[in-house]
C-alpha cells in the first residue's frame, strides 16, 4: 500500500544531541513538509520541499535542519540549537499543483530528557 | 498573512446529536479551505476541501462544510454524530508566498468529545 512512513515512532533524548527523523514516502509526491505539534498549538511549519535538491524555511525553521536528496525520503534533524524540542512531529507529502491536500505519516514523537 | 481561527477549544455532543464546529479565515482573495481529522497519536486525516464552486461541500465520514464569504467562516456539520468521531479537528488555508503555495496554516484545533 502507498503511504508515508515516519520512523521512529518514539525518540528520547538528552539534551545537547542532535536527532534525525526519518519520513519516507512511497506515493510518488513531488511536494514533502515537516510539521511540528504541541498541544494546544495546531501544526506548525518546519520545513517544506517541492523538488528534489531544494527546500525552504517554513514559520520554524531554527533549530532544524533538514535534506532532500531523494524524492521519497525527507529526514529532519533536531539539533542541539533547537531550545524546546519536545514535541510531535509529522511528515507529510502532496502532488504538485494539489495545494493543500497533504498525506501525514503517523508521527514520531520526541522527548528531550 | 493568512490565518486561521477555531474558535472552540472543547466540544461536547451526545451521541446521535449534531455537530457545527467552527473555523474563521483570513484571506483577501478566495481561500482555499481543508478540513482534517487527527485520531489520538496519529497523523491526520483529510475530511474535505473547499477550492471554489459549489459553497457546500461533502466530504468523507458524512462531514459537510459550508464556505461563506461573508462571514469569513468555512464550518464543519455532521447530521448525527458516532462515538468513532471523537478525535481533534482542523481547520486549515492554503498559504502563499513569492513562489507560490507554501503549505498550509493551521488553526489550533477543536477536540471533540462524544458523549453516550
Known amino acids: 500500500d502507498g503511504g508515508i512512513t515516519q520512523s521512529p515512532k518514539y525518540l528520547f533524548r538528552k539534551e545537547g544531541q542532535n536527532v534525525t527523523l526519518s519520513c519516507e514516502q512511497n506515493?510518488?509526491?513531488?511536494?514533502m513538509y515537516w510539521y511540528r505539534q504541541d498541544p494546544g498549538q495546531g501544526l506548525r511549519l518546519i520545513y517544506y520541499?517541492?523538488?528534489?535538491?531544494?527546500?525552504q524555511k517554513g514559520d520554524i525553521a531554527e533549530g532544524y535542519s533538514v535534506s532532500r536528496e531523494k524524492k521519497e525520503s525527507f529526514p529532519l534533524t533536531v539539533t542541539s540549537a533547537q531550545k524546546n524540542p519536545t514535541a510531535f512531529y509529522l511528515c507529510?507529502?502532496?502532488?504538485?499543483?494539489?495545494?493543500?491536500?497533504?498525506?501525514f505519516g503517523e508521527g514520531s514523537r520526541l522527548t528531550v530528557l | 498573512a493568512q490565518s486561521v481561527t477555531q474558535p472552540d477549544i472543547h466540544i461536547t455532543v451526545s451521541e446521535g446529536a449534531s455537530l457545527e464546529l467552527r473555523c474563521n479565515y483570513s484571506?483577501?482573495?478566495?481561500?482555499?479551505l481543508f478540513w482534517y481529522v487527527q485520531s489520538p497519536g496519529q497523523g491526520l486525516q483529510l475530511l474535505l476541501k473547499?477550492?471554489?464552486?459549489?459553497?457546500l461541500v461533502q466530504g468523507i465520514k458524512g462531514f459537510e462544510a459550508e464556505f461563506k464569504r461573508s462571514q469569513s467562516s468555512f464550518n464543519l456539520r455532521k447530521p448525527s454524530v458516532h462515538w468513532s468521531d471523537a478525535a481533534e479537528y482542523f481547520c486549515?488555508?492554503?498559504?502563499?508566498?513569492?513562489?507560490?503555495?507554501?503549505?498550509?496554516?493551521f488553526g489550533k484545533g477543536t477536540h471533540l468529545i462524544i458523549q453516550p
Open positions: 486549515a488555508v492554503v498559504t502563499y508566498s513569492g513562489g507560490g503555495a507554501d503549505g498550509l496554516t
Open positions: 520541499s517541492q523538488i528534489v535538491n531544494d527546500f
Open positions: 507529510a507529502s502532496s502532488i504538485t499543483g494539489t495545494p493543500g491536500e497533504l498525506f
Open positions: 484571506y483577501g482573495a478566495t481561500p482555499y
Open positions: 506515493l510518488n509526491h513531488d511536494a
Open positions: 473547499y477550492f471554489s464552486g459549489d459553497t
